[in-house]
């Protein structure tokens, strides 16, 4: 007699997860908890695992050792009963301690996770190259730390409120210096790897500095589209082609790429696209991958692509804002790039800024709508200059440094008005007839 497949049963057993999602009664920040519970969900799904059941706690206050109180925890442990899976997990929405997570695995006798090691572990299954392996790395080892310093205050709450200093305190307490050097030289020891990948890189991004292409960053929510915008971009460029991973999940990009954009009629730019960001990015996850927004640090203008699609692009934009001022960033020209209208239906934005564009990366006419407000961006403080350009030389490489606002053909050659790089107004001095409205002998 058949029975069902053994391997297709196998194929189908997808990690189920209960998922506590617990807020404070008085929380006055609503949309951020609905942002939290949304990213949760989402980080569940790009792990592949399956959301079985899902319980909202609104908490009048947060128990010390446990977070949720007893009454809530019986209801989910009785929930988690029914359910009766025992490779179940247990995923928070908030932010719990170590010794909090330790209590409620304790008690529900189930792995309990919180966002920060569904990230973690996000990291680690799209971490390509050694630098972003390396920072995963440095990412659990700082996480870790942490948590073991925060278990040193544990115990020192444990002495304070009376509970004894035992025997076993005392091995408690060794075992977790000796956890805490040997984490402290591993992190050390990746650093200084990191450090290395980093001087190499330090001199190609010298070399590309010197070299006279403004540089353009694309920034902003994970999943927003900025891989796909940068592919839109490279369909449009006449030399590089070479296109980065687009996928609806949460950080695909864990490596900053870096391409040339050279359109037709448009100034050529290096682009960067970077690792995406979510609210509250535990900081000891965004200090391991600084190194890669440190590409992002040296360029002329930065584009924050938000999804428009997402009920909570507002506040996308807002977490994205306050990445850029962690980076001391803020002071370069920014661009709000509001992606995916092809999904939304609702009305635009009426505050909408002359630096504020809607677009989708699907529609053609839309990106080039965006590469002219970045040339705009790109040459506003370029010199105004008109020339007549000798046919012997070649007209594209006059235009790939500029923004070209008139261009005639004449008997002798090309006359032109246009923005200049002012790094290549030495280059075409000879053929200059005007400069800032100056006349040229
Ligand atoms: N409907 C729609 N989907 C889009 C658009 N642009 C991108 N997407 C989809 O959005 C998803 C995420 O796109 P990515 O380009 O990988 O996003 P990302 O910002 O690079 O994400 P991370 O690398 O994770 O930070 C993919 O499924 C894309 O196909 C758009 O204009 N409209
Ligand atoms: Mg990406």
Do not use: W
Request: glycine letters at 4%; aromatic letters at 8%; proline letters at 2%.
């Amino acid at each position: 007699m058949l029975t069902s497949s053994p391997v297709r049963s196998f194929t189908m057993n997808k990690t189920k997860v209960y998922l506590i999602d617990a807020y404070l009664d008085n929380d006055n920040t609503q949309s951020l908890h609905e942002l939290r519970l949304n990213d949760t969900m989402s980080l569940i799904r790009t792990l592949g695992y399956e959301l079985e059941e899902y319980h909202p706690f609104r908490l009048n206050k947060i128990e010390n050792a446990t977070y949720l109180n007893k009454g809530a925890l019986d209801i989910v442990k009785d929930e988690i009963d029914v359910i009766g899976d025992d490779n179940l997990k247990v995923v928070l929405t908030f932010d719990a301690s170590a010794s909090q997570i330790k209590n409620l695995t304790n008690y529900l006798g189930r792995e309990v996770i919180d966002r920060v090691e569904l990230i973690v572990s996000i990291f680690s299954m799209h971490a390509k190259s050694k630098e972003a392996k390396i920072q995963v790395e440095l990412a659990k080892i700082s996480y870790r730390l942490s948590s073991l310093v925060q278990s040193d205050l544990d115990y020192e709450q444990d002495t304070s409120s009376g509970r004894g200093y035992t025997a076993t305190r005392g091995v408690g307490e060794k075992q977790i210096a000796l956890d805490r050097r040997l984490l402290a030289q591993k992190r050390d020891n990746l650093l200084r790897q990191l450090r290395q990948i980093k001087s190499n890189r330090e001199a190609r991004r010298r070399k590309r500095i010197d070299s006279i292409y403004p540089i353009v960053s694309l920034v902003g929510y994970t999943n927003a589209g900025k891989s796909s915008l940068m592919n839109a971009l490279l369909k449009l460029s006449k030399k590089e082609k070479k296109n980065v991973t687009v996928e609806n999940k949460l950080f695909t990009t864990l490596d900053t790429s870096t391409r040339l954009i050279e359109i037709k009629g448009f100034p050529s730019f290096i682009l960067i696209d970077t690792v995406g960001i979510v609210e509250s990015l535990p900081i000891e996850l965004v200090k391991a991958f600084r190194s890669t927004y440190e590409e992002a640090l040296n360029s002329h203008l930065l584009i924050n692509v938000l999804d428009i699609s997402s009920h909570f692009y507002e506040e996308q934009k807002i977490s994205a804002e306050k990445m850029i001022k962690e980076l001391h960033i803020e002071h370069l020209p920014l661009i709000h790039c509001y992606n995916k209208i092809d999904q939304f239906y609702g009305n635009f934005p009426l505050d909408s800024g002359e630096n504020d564009i809607f677009i989708s990366t699907f529609n053609e006419e839309d990106i080039f709508a965006l590469l002219r407000l970045i040339s705009a961006n790109i040459t506003k403080d370029y010199p105004f200059v008109s020339l007549l350009l000798p046919y012997h030389i070649p007209y594209y490489k006059f235009e790939r440094f500029a923004e070209v606002k008139k261009a005639i053909m004449r008997e002798n050659g090309i006359y032109i008005e246009a923005k200049l790089n002012p790094a290549l107004v030495h280059v075409f001095k000879s053929y200059l007839l005007s400069l800032d409205g100056h006349d040229i002998n």
